[in-house]
């Protein structure tokens, strides 16, 4: 397909809400990139902060700048979706505001593999970054780099970290899939559903040896660090299987990668759950698991893969609780472990 010379060959869409303190760093990025051909969609989601003075300020200097103030918070989803709507591009990609690209190439890297592939999406790597340091995340390891792949022939996909940031999407791609986020105000794990749809859909996936985004880590009210939303991962797995309801060849496909991605999904939730609500919380996560179980859903293949983790989650919950906490005290100091020698 012919592009129109004076189409934007990428859409950049940021979604912003109360980013004062990294926002600069975060355009100054996108527009230092080597690729011109881009339209930076900032949807302001309500912020009361300097947020949208900033951009403004931006604006003024660079006409690719486009700013969509909205007076009232609605979300993540909505507002993600609002600049996908938007976007006259291509592709279109992602920015978290508190984030930042690694170098000036990265986009025209992406967009050079995307267009030489004929890719749905092409997808790079990402840094964990602190103001005081980085450390590559490697979160593609598990599957083939560089050449054209989909999650018919690489189910790893799915278990990819789910970095929506780090990755550019065909526009008409998402639109014929009807891909677009979950628009749960005040929600959170809203790229869980998004990542699953994506991947489901890609005929075509190109992941490249390279970082593209600096993951910002040491941002005190990044929506990760948040607690107080611990059930909303059950709006996105629920919203998984709405979307495959929808899609019986996909979903006859990857009934599998869906109940891998959902035990995956929550028991990582488990592990961020304040104690006070991992009782309600586990309580639901095997609730649903032996309803599956009673319906005849669980594929044969589930059981291998989790061996005897999913019939303790089902049968011996003391036991996997367990297991559950061992776990995450062995991924608590993994992690810390990681960060001292990223300090040092």
Known sequence: MEIP???????VIIPVYN???FLPACLDSVLAQSLNAIEVICVDDGSTDRSLEILQEYARKDARIVIVPKSQNTGYGATVNQGINLASSEYV?????????CTSGVYAHLLESARKHNADVAKGDYNFYWSKGSRRANALRSCPLERPVNARTCGNLFALPLSVWSALYRKSFLTKNNIRFLESPGASYQDNAFSFKVFASADNV????????DYRQDNPNASMKSKTKVFC????????????????ELQKSFAYDKWLFHY????????????????????LFRREFL???????L?????????????LLLNSPKIFLFYFRLRALLDALRQKKKYLLTKH
Not at 93 to 101: A, S
């Open 206 to 213: 190109i992941l490249l040896n390279e970082a593209i985004v």
């Open 5 to 11: 010379a004076n189409q934007p060959a990428v859409s």
């Open 19 to 21: 980013a004062e303190s």
């Open 264 to 283: 995956k999904a929550y028991f990582a939730n488990l592990q961020r759950t304040p104690r006070k609500q991992q009782k309600d919380f586990f309580e």
């Open 299 to 311: 594929p044969k293949e589930l059981f291998q893969r989790l061996g005897r983790r999913l019939p």
């Open 233 to 248: 991962i059950t709006d996105e797995i629920h919203e998984i299987e709405r979307w495959l309801e929808k899609k019986p």
């Open 291 to 297: 309803e599956a179980q009673i319906r005849g859903e």
């Open 93 to 101: 990609t992602i920015l978290e505001p508190d984030d930042k690209l």
